[in-house]
């Protein structure tokens, strides 16, 4: 079996219901299926999704506080009062703080805006930027995207004669901030049913209050905040994001159109995507290495010459950006994989570093990365050996709330903020470790089982026949995609690979052929260079992924992006009459799980999670110490096929186990390599139980041991255990007729029946064959199809029946698996392997 990466969350809406949604919409059933996963069955909500324009706009009067911001502001324009915009430094702080500006100045006030060097001030209001703001002489500081939790910065604002309008969208504090006014839906008393907008979003909806209506104009940079920010792209986000998108594609102030430019798009071309993945990282990338303050440059440039000189300059940040993740990354990983588990062996739960000389603006994307790659929790420290101060972010996983974890570690930080998913704090090195061991003692007491393995959502099942242009092009009146609402996941279940190539510099990539039922896809695997192996031709898959349109040279042609695959399948690789002796042939198999035999590694087998990979099931006792002696010490887990409670001659301590205890420490292993076969019922059975006890296993290489006997005789007459009677005859010809036609493959109908009956792959075509003989079934060249109302005949009056029973009674059913010719073996193997994943 291939398991999937990730959890599986297939869809649970009536079909039905997807249905009765096409034919009322006038929309395809992938649209219509997609709609109502996503609980918006009813016409009235599925089209109030799909139109999302500005009548769907909530009132900002609504928000807590909202009137009396604008009041305030209203007053300071009024009065020609100096006003300070105090934004932050990353994207959504950036287009929040262009966004207030332009708002001012639309507005006539006097006003600048300030925002803070992230590594010498961190986030959010501080003392000495107030201070420069009184000596300035501002009487009026509006904040954008940061405030929530400043009350001592906000206090001492007051004692300066300095009011303050917060606009923020964090999660609040229990202990709010006295200030004129604090707009942020987020507020326990805050009636507003929209809790999702980011900073740009909240500033969009002030614009709206001091307008008397909304401001359309205004939506292309909310559109950015929103979408960088990764707020969900649903109610009021949806329609921003969607009136954004529609401004920049039309027109582009000329930073917008600049930034799409160097970042290799058209803008009218741009889209949530390319927001999210192109422009955005760029706009991030002034304030992770230099100041912020130049994205918010570019932003408000007036003319073309000026806002791609600085486009150009905040490319060349990214780049640099990129190239120290890069370094940070593997500095990182390479500190958590010495340090993953506490001094007496348990793994931690959650990741906590701190290095002298890291960047702090870039220990957010670090940590991201360390979540993709171990899924657990992760805080990335950028230590100051000078202050003893540790600044960074940290990043969580799907169930578990970051910032309710951070809360109940408060004493350890001298600040913090944030929201479920991601948080940024401060805090002294000397509580780095502490600070370790209680979020590690949260994460496991807060995060269940399943929890530990990533989930996707699937959002509908579909043929490859239903994956259509039409299709596609009815998928897409669901952008904008993102967080929220990301692009619809498709499952397609039993697709059979057809052939598949490597793409890209050093193979890194793969492209793949499936087909089912007749028809054809292509899948694009980016990453998946390593596991073409697995993907391999001929073997049946279920596949998950995203359809979209390839265009070339004019024609366009559906692709799905393949993100995750899984397979019942397994390898069987019989080496038994290949003359190599069988260390030879472990030592090769090692070798490619990166094990060399000889080295001082006494744990080399293992995987980054601590699991072996590869694992020897030895037949006979003789096997078991001759493997022990040489790869025991590398750490490859040894099993052995006997139901025996006495210890092994000569052996003892570990060794000295029953054979049930031997076999049970490799069940959680990909690759086996069985050296030699047990001959004996007991010794089969051992097998037979570990098979069907190991859903994680992907490959079998059958090895010799002593002298291998190799059957070439007919499967049909090799297989072991008995032969079907009359009543597993019925019960294949049920399946038939409830198939009605199918291809003859072993990898289709044939391997499904073997699945669902137990019976082996050769025995099924066995049976098939004597249904063709008898009538049963109509057979063209691969086609075969179900006769209805056949005349009735007794198995007797088939050739093929007669000739297997008989064939059948010559072999003992008790024969050894070493007699097994390489198919019969194979289709034992799979059958035992297969009851395991049902």
């Given at each position: 079996?291939?398991?999937?990466?990730?959890?599986?969350?297939?869809?649970?809406?009536?079909?039905?219901?997807?249905?009765?949604?096409?034919?009322?919409?006038?929309?395809?059933?992938?649209?219509?299926?997609?709609?109502?996963?996503?609980?918006?069955?009813?016409?009235?909500?599925?089209?109030?999704?799909?139109?999302?324009?500005?009548?769907?706009?909530?009132?900002?009067?609504?928000?807590?506080?909202?009137?009396?911001?604008?009041?305030?502001?209203?007053?300071?324009?009024?009065?020609?009062?100096?006003?300070?915009?105090?934004?932050?430094?990353?994207?959504?702080?950036?287009?929040?703080?262009?966004?207030?500006?332009?708002?001012?100045?639309?507005?006539?006030?006097?006003?600048?805006?300030?925002?803070?060097?992230?590594?010498?001030?961190?986030?959010?209001?501080?003392?000495?930027?107030?201070?420069?703001?009184?000596?300035?002489?501002?009487?009026?500081?509006?904040?954008?995207?940061?405030?929530?939790?400043?009350?001592?910065?906000?206090?001492?604002?007051?004692?300066?004669?300095?009011?303050?309008?917060?606009?923020?969208?964090?999660?609040?504090?229990?202990?709010?901030?006295?200030?004129?006014?604090?707009?942020?839906?987020?507020?326990?008393?805050?009636?507003?049913?929209?809790?999702?907008?980011?900073?740009?979003?909240?500033?969009?909806?002030?614009?709206?209050?001091?307008?008397?209506?909304?401001?359309?104009?205004?939506?292309?940079?909310?559109?950015?905040?929103?979408?960088?920010?990764?707020?969900?792209?649903?109610?009021?986000?949806?329609?921003?994001?969607?009136?954004?998108?529609?401004?920049?594609?039309?027109?582009?102030?000329?930073?917008?159109?600049?930034?799409?430019?160097?970042?290799?798009?058209?803008?009218?071309?741009?889209?949530?995507?390319?927001?999210?993945?192109?422009?955005?990282?760029?706009?991030?990338?002034?304030?992770?290495?230099?100041?912020?303050?130049?994205?918010?440059?570019?932003?408000?440039?007036?003319?073309?010459?000026?806002?791609?000189?600085?486009?150009?300059?905040?490319?060349?940040?990214?780049?640099?950006?990129?190239?120290?993740?890069?370094?940070?990354?593997?500095?990182?990983?390479?500190?958590?994989?010495?340090?993953?588990?506490?001094?007496?062996?348990?793994?931690?739960?959650?990741?906590?570093?701190?290095?002298?000389?890291?960047?702090?603006?870039?220990?957010?994307?670090?940590?991201?990365?360390?979540?993709?790659?171990?899924?657990?929790?992760?805080?990335?420290?950028?230590?100051?050996?000078?202050?003893?101060?540790?600044?960074?972010s940290a990043r969580s996983i799907e169930g578990f709330d970051l910032f309710a974890a951070l809360t109940a570690c408060v004493d350890l930080m001298d600040h913090f903020g944030g929201h479920q998913a991601a948080a940024g704090m401060t805090l002294e090195a000397a509580k780095v470790e502490a600070l370790g061991e209680r979020l590690h003692g949260l994460a496991e007491e807060r995060i269940s089982e399943e929890d530990w393995q990533p989930k996707r959502r699937v959002d509908l099942k579909a043929s490859i026949r239903e994956a259509t242009l039409a299709a596609i092009d009815g998928l897409s009146k669901l952008e904008p995609f993102g967080n929220g609402n990301p692009t619809p996941r498709v499952a397609i279940l039993g697709a059979v690979a057809k052939e598949s190539r490597t793409m890209g510099k050093e193979g890194k990539h793969l492209r793949v052929t499936f087909e089912q039922d007749g028809r054809t896809i292509e899948a694009v695997a980016f990453g998946m260079g390593e596991e073409r192996v697995r993907l391999a031709e001929g073997v049946r898959y279920d596949l998950l992924g995203e359809l979209n349109v390839n265009e070339w040279n004019g024609n366009r042609k559906v692709q799905m992006m393949l993100k995750d695959y899984r397979s019942d399948h397994l390898f069987v690789h019989d080496r038994r009459a290949s003359g190599q002796s069988w260390t030879s042939a472990v030592d090769q198999l090692l070798a490619r799980e990166g094990i060399a035999v000889g080295s001082n590694a006494a744990d080399d087998s293992r995987t980054a999670g601590g699991e072996a990979s590869f694992a020897l099931l030895c037949a006979t006792d003789e096997a078991y110490r001759e493997a022990?002696?040489?790869?025991?010490?590398?750490?490859?887990?040894?099993?052995?096929?006997?139901?025996?409670?006495?210890?092994?001659?000569?052996?003892?301590?570990?060794?000295?186990?029953?054979?049930?205890?031997?076999?049970?420490?490799?069940?959680?292993?990909?690759?086996?390599?069985?050296?030699?076969?047990?001959?004996?019922?007991?010794?089969?059975?051992?097998?037979?139980?570990?098979?069907?006890?190991?859903?994680?296993?992907?490959?079998?290489?059958?090895?010799?041991?002593?002298?291998?006997?190799?059957?070439?005789?007919?499967?049909?007459?090799?297989?072991?255990?008995?032969?079907?009677?009359?009543?597993?005859?019925?019960?294949?010809?049920?399946?038939?007729?409830?198939?009605?036609?199918?291809?003859?493959?072993?990898?289709?109908?044939?391997?499904?029946?073997?699945?669902?009956?137990?019976?082996?792959?050769?025995?099924?075509?066995?049976?098939?064959?004597?249904?063709?003989?008898?009538?049963?079934?109509?057979?063209?060249?691969?086609?075969?199809?179900?006769?209805?109302?056949?005349?009735?005949?007794?198995?007797?009056?088939?050739?093929?029946?007669?000739?297997?029973?008989?064939?059948?009674?010559?072999?003992?059913?008790?024969?050894?698996?070493?007699?097994?010719?390489?198919?019969?073996?194979?289709?034992?193997?799979?059958?035992?392997?297969?009851?395991?994943?049902?």
């Amino acid at each position: 079996m291939i398991k999937s990466k990730y959890r599986w969350d297939m869809p649970k809406a009536d079909e039905s219901e997807s249905a009765k949604l096409a034919e009322k919409l006038g929309i395809d059933r992938l649209t219509a299926a997609v709609l109502a996963e996503r609980g918006r069955a009813s016409r009235e909500l599925a089209e109030a999704f799909l139109v999302a324009d500005e009548s769907g706009l909530l009132d900002p009067f609504a928000m807590k506080d909202m009137k009396a911001a604008a009041d305030r502001i209203s007053r300071a324009v009024a009065d020609g009062e100096f006003i300070r915009v105090y934004g932050d430094y990353d994207a959504d702080g950036v287009t929040s703080t262009a966004l207030m500006t332009r708002l001012l100045a639309k507005l006539g006030a006097r006003y600048d805006y300030y925002i803070p060097h992230r590594s010498r001030e961190g986030y959010g209001l501080n003392v000495g930027a107030i201070d420069s703001a009184a000596e300035a002489g501002v009487k009026l500081i509006v904040t954008v995207d940061n405030g929530i939790s400043a009350v001592q910065q906000i206090a001492h604002a007051a004692s300066l004669g300095i009011d303050v309008v917060v606009t923020d969208h964090h999660e609040p504090p229990e202990t709010l901030p006295e200030a004129v006014a604090l707009v942020n839906p987020k507020q326990k008393d805050c009636p507003y049913p929209f809790k999702g907008l980011c900073g740009a979003g909240v500033v969009f909806k002030l614009a709206h209050a001091m307008f008397g209506g909304p401001v359309p104009e205004f939506a292309d940079l909310a559109a950015i905040g929103t979408i960088a920010d990764l707020m969900p792209l649903e109610g009021e986000n949806r329609i921003i994001a969607k009136l954004g998108l529609e401004l920049m594609r039309r027109e582009p102030v000329p930073g917008i159109a600049a930034l799409a430019k160097v970042s290799g798009a058209k803008a009218e071309e741009l889209s949530s995507g390319r927001i999210a993945f192109s422009l955005a990282p760029r706009l991030n990338a002034g304030g992770r290495l230099e100041h912020a303050g130049i994205a918010v440059k570019l932003l408000l440039a007036e003319e073309a010459e000026e806002a791609e000189e600085i486009a150009a300059e905040l490319d060349r940040l990214n780049v640099e950006r990129q190239e120290l993740v890069e370094r940070t990354t593997a500095e990182a990983d390479a500190m958590w994989r010495a340090a993953s588990a506490f001094p007496d062996g348990r793994p931690r739960k959650a990741i906590v570093l701190a290095k002298e000389g890291w960047n702090a603006g870039i220990a957010g994307l670090v940590a991201s990365k360390l979540v993709e790659r171990y899924y657990m929790p992760a805080i990335v420290l950028a230590w100051d050996e000078t202050t003893g101060m540790c600044k960074g972010s940290a990043r969580s996983i799907e169930g578990f709330d970051l910032f309710a974890a951070l809360t109940a570690c408060v004493d350890l930080m001298d600040h913090f903020g944030g929201h479920q998913a991601a948080a940024g704090m401060t805090l002294e090195a000397a509580k780095v470790e502490a600070l370790g061991e209680r979020l590690h003692g949260l994460a496991e007491e807060r995060i269940s089982e399943e929890d530990w393995q990533p989930k996707r959502r699937v959002d509908l099942k579909a043929s490859i026949r239903e994956a259509t242009l039409a299709a596609i092009d009815g998928l897409s009146k669901l952008e904008p995609f993102g967080n929220g609402n990301p692009t619809p996941r498709v499952a397609i279940l039993g697709a059979v690979a057809k052939e598949s190539r490597t793409m890209g510099k050093e193979g890194k990539h793969l492209r793949v052929t499936f087909e089912q039922d007749g028809r054809t896809i292509e899948a694009v695997a980016f990453g998946m260079g390593e596991e073409r192996v697995r993907l391999a031709e001929g073997v049946r898959y279920d596949l998950l992924g995203e359809l979209n349109v390839n265009e070339w040279n004019g024609n366009r042609k559906v692709q799905m992006m393949l993100k995750d695959y899984r397979s019942d399948h397994l390898f069987v690789h019989d080496r038994r009459a290949s003359g190599q002796s069988w260390t030879s042939a472990v030592d090769q198999l090692l070798a490619r799980e990166g094990i060399a035999v000889g080295s001082n590694a006494a744990d080399d087998s293992r995987t980054a999670g601590g699991e072996a990979s590869f694992a020897l099931l030895c037949a006979t006792d003789e096997a078991y110490r001759e493997a022990q002696e040489r790869y025991g010490a590398h750490g490859v887990p040894i099993g052995l096929c006997a139901d025996v409670s006495e210890p092994i001659e000569g052996m003892a301590g570990e060794i000295a186990a029953t054979g049930e205890e031997r076999q049970g420490s490799v069940r959680k292993c990909r690759h086996v390599a069985l050296v030699g076969l047990p001959d004996d019922e007991r010794g089969k059975a051992v097998l037979r139980r570990w098979l069907m006890s190991s859903p994680d296993l992907e490959s079998a290489t059958v090895l010799a041991f002593g002298e291998s006997s190799v059957s070439s005789a007919p499967a049909s007459s090799s297989e072991p255990g008995e032969f079907p009677e009359r009543k597993h005859f019925a019960e294949i010809y049920s399946l038939c007729r409830t198939k009605v036609s199918w291809l003859d493959s072993p990898d289709g109908f044939l391997r499904e029946s073997a699945l669902n009956t137990g019976w082996p792959l050769a025995t099924v075509r066995m049976m098939h064959d004597v249904f063709i003989e008898l009538g049963f079934i109509a057979a063209n060249g691969a086609s075969r199809k179900f006769v209805a109302n056949a005349p009735k005949r007794d198995l007797d009056q088939s050739a093929r029946y007669r000739k297997a029973r008989d064939g059948a009674a010559v072999e003992p059913a008790a024969r050894g698996l070493s007699a097994l010719s390489p198919e019969a073996l194979k289709g034992w193997l799979e059958v035992c392997h297969a009851s395991a994943n049902r």
